[in-house]
């Protein structure tokens, strides 16, 4: 049995179910789903953003959950007493079940060779952790809604044409006392010079720009003599799974420092010779580790 806890957004949460998925097959073994985090409501919503398991609500997967039995055989059991927490200590340091806490964001080579009864937390934000399985994972993540009626007119243009998703990333970035300082919205000056990189790169680029603020975008995204087409949110559809279809269908990509767009591109196949532009710094505190978030066959700037 391998056990992810999963915690954040719909991107955050394809990470942790790929790698999961990777190790159970590796060790012919069970993935199991563990809510505890996403469960968790004690934070202030103005601080932490809430967020809830879209897994099977966006994709055609089919979840195993996690029992409390399940989850104290790797955690202990509740206590809020002296005693009764020193007992997890002490049965946690003598079982066999293994409890693993990612160590920091980057890609740690060990955790491929994980064995079974492993209980995952942590982030897991890097292709190489189901490289190997690339295939496997995009079959995984099928669409479980069709696109939306009004959005069909939009999927022809962005394959015939050759489309550039710009995705800007706002939100709890800006509003939040927390995420703007660990992670924060990118600066204006990225988004052009990365539209300045596809031009030199792309003929005729036509760019589409995906936002959760898509009003901010069309106040300061402007560039002259360029094709832009701003993706209102009518074509969002529910648990934004439409725009994260429609992103799928693009040709080249300028992506946020958003798992949710770093997914769009990822899992995007309508060009062989995709370019895909990422942040090069992921976060604002310099101190979390970015270094294996981005592919190395995309470019950072």
């Known amino acids: 049995m391998i056990i992810i806890r999963l915690m954040g957004g719909l991107g955050n949460q394809m990470f942790q179910y790929s790698f999961a998925y990777v190790l159970s097959k590796k060790n012919k073994s069970l993935v199991k789903i563990d809510t505890t985090l996403l469960d968790d409501r004690l934070s202030p919503h103005e601080i932490v953003t809430h967020r809830e398991l879209l897994l099977n609500k966006v994709f055609n997967v089919s979840l195993d959950f996690a029992s409390k039995n399940d989850i104290e055989y790797f955690n202990g059991k509740s206590y809020n007493n002296l005693i009764g927490k020193s007992y997890n200590k002490i049965r946690q340091a003598i079982r066999s079940p293994s409890l693993v806490i990612e160590e920091n964001r980057g890609f740690n080579p060990r955790y491929l060779n994980l064995k079974d009864d492993t209980c995952l937390v942590g982030s897991f934000q890097s292709e190489k952790y189901f490289y190997s399985d690339s295939r496997e994972i995009k079959n995984i993540f099928k669409f479980k809604y069709p696109i939306m009626d009004i959005s069909h007119e939009l999927v022809d243009s962005l394959k015939s044409e050759n489309s550039v998703a710009i995705h800007v990333r706002r939100g709890d970035y800006v509003t939040s006392p927390l995420y703007s300082k660990k992670i924060g919205a990118l600066p204006l000056s990225y988004y052009i ?33 360029l094709s832009f087409y701003f993706v209102n949110d009518e074509h969002a559809g529910i648990y934004a799974s439409n725009y994260l279809q429609l992103l799928t269908k693009c040709k080249y990509y300028i992506i946020s420092n958003s798992t949710f767009s770093w997914w769009g591109a990822w899992l995007s196949e309508n060009n062989s010779n995709k370019i895909v532009v990422a942040p090069e710094q992921w976060f604002i505190e310099e101190s979390l580790n970015d270094i294996d978030i981005v592919p190395e066959n995309w470019i950072k700037l």
């Open 193 to 225: 010079k990365a539209i300045d990189f596809i031009i030199e790169k792309v003929d005729n680029p036509v760019f589409y720009v995906f936002s959760d603020d898509i009003n901010w975008c069309k106040e300061n995204l402007k560039v002259d003599h």
